[in-house]
């Protein structure tokens, strides 16, 4: 089986591993250079921050993300020598808010890794030193990780590339799709070259609506732009992950400690600014005022795939046969990327699935206004 994937992000490097390693013939096809986007800029939680705010159909693919990560990490390390670096820090969350609906969470949803305790000051104190001293109580989740999101990009990327059954195909635009007869033929490259496969998967992101002409569906997914910057702390110096008011504190292995992150609607601008960047600055410090004395070393922003509901499209699109959707994942793209590409690729292949594809079933885009020919 040949099969065309347009889009090296998580969703399509994921995508593409797990049916490279079913046995199936693969090209990899991006705009730029693969790894580059949204799956770069973000954060990498392996959880949506505070769960209980997103639909229940998110949480549920996030769930699997950090034991398949902790798989295909073992899988991949020996052969690329990229550690994802899976970093077991646990979170603190501060806003009062949502203590009383976070503690209750994992019983009412049966979700163990989200078990949370209400810390006091000098609990807090224990469990992560920097705190600011105005924060007297917090829920901490032990069990939560985040991944190290480029240097998954970059194993990824590295194994695909030695993989005797992938192609890869980068500065490479997608013009359109080689649909007749409503089945999917294969895709016309901007240079005029005709690639044919047998399934073709969109995992755009950002970019998926860019398809919604040709398939003759509106896509609902947009660019909302998410801005980062990283300190340079020595290594361990933050033992927690941390949150307050969507803010959060990130750190890794190597002592950098990623804060973020803003929300903007503007296209599909990856500018960075001086007041956004000043907003996160202000929040992260409010949280742990001792990263003032150290000097930050980046600063960036990325372009999430807003959908309805932050719930991603998987499957079958309707009325082309042989097109596939991986694409909407909105702030959760890596916490969800794993088990994302594992449900398609199960899909595709008629295999049992890890969870019901139902609800995220790209016959929902039939609620969508055929967009006139």
């Known amino acids: 089986m040949h099969i ?27 705009q730029h250079q693969a790894g580059q986007a949204a799956s770069w800029a973000g954060g990498g939680i392996l959880s949506p921050m505070y769960p209980w705010r997103y639909a229940s159909e998110v949480n549920q693919l ?41 503690l209750n969470y994992a019983i009412q949803f049966n979700e163990p890794m989200q078990q949370c305790d209400l810390l006091n000051h000098k609990q807090l104190e224990q ?22 999101n480029p240097r998954l990009l970059q194993s990824l990327i590295g194994y695909l590339k030695q993989h005797p059954s992938v192609r890869f195909f980068e500065h490479c635009p997608v013009e359109k799709l080689i649909i007749q007869n409503k089945k999917i033929q294969g895709i016309q490259l901007e240079d005029s070259r005709n690639l044919f496969a047998d399934h073709v998967v ?42 307050n008011r969507v803010m959060y504190l990130i750190p890794r292995q190597d002592g950098h400690i990623v804060c973020g992150s803003s929300m903007a609607d503007c296209g599909f601008n990856t500018a960075v600014d001086e007041q956004t960047q000043q907003d996160i600055l202000t929040a992260c410090l409010e949280m742990v005022p001792e990263l003032e004395q150290f000097p930050i ?39 969800m990327g794993a088990s ?34």
């Open 297 to 335: 070393v980046q600063r960036w922003a990325g372009l999430r795939p807003s959908s309805p509901h932050g719930i991603p499209y998987i499957g079958a699109m309707p009325e082309i046969e042989n097109l596939w959707a991986n694409f909407g994942h909105f702030r959760n793209g890596l916490c």
């Open 127 to 148: 469990v992560n030193p920097h705190i600011s001293t105005q924060f007297q109580q917090a829920i901490y989740f032990p069990q939560l990780s985040n991944v190290r």
């Open 4 to 30: 065309a994937i347009i889009g090296a992000g998580i969703s399509g490097l994921m995508t593409a591993l797990e049916l490279a390693e079913q046995g199936c013939s693969v090209d990899i096809f991006d």
């Open 202 to 243: 969109i995992t755009s992101g950002a970019w998926s609506q860019h398809w919604a002409e040709q398939v003759r569906r509106k896509i609902p997914v947009h660019p909302v732009q998410g801005q980062m910057l990283l300190f340079k702390t020595p290594e361990n110096w933050l033992p927690t992950m941390c949150m």
């Open 62 to 102: 996030a769930q699997y993300g950090k034991s398949l990560y902790q798989m295909w990490n073992e899988k991949l390390l020996p052969i690329t020598g990229i550690d994802f670096q899976i970093h077991d820090t646990g979170m603190l969350i501060f806003d009062q808010e949502d203590f009383a609906t976070g």
């Open 340 to 373: 994302s590409a594992r449900l398609l690729r199960q899909l595709m292949l008629g295999q049992k699935t890890l969870v019901s594809p139902i609800a995220y079933s790209p016959e929902r885009l039939k609620k969508q206004d055929l967009i006139s020919s």
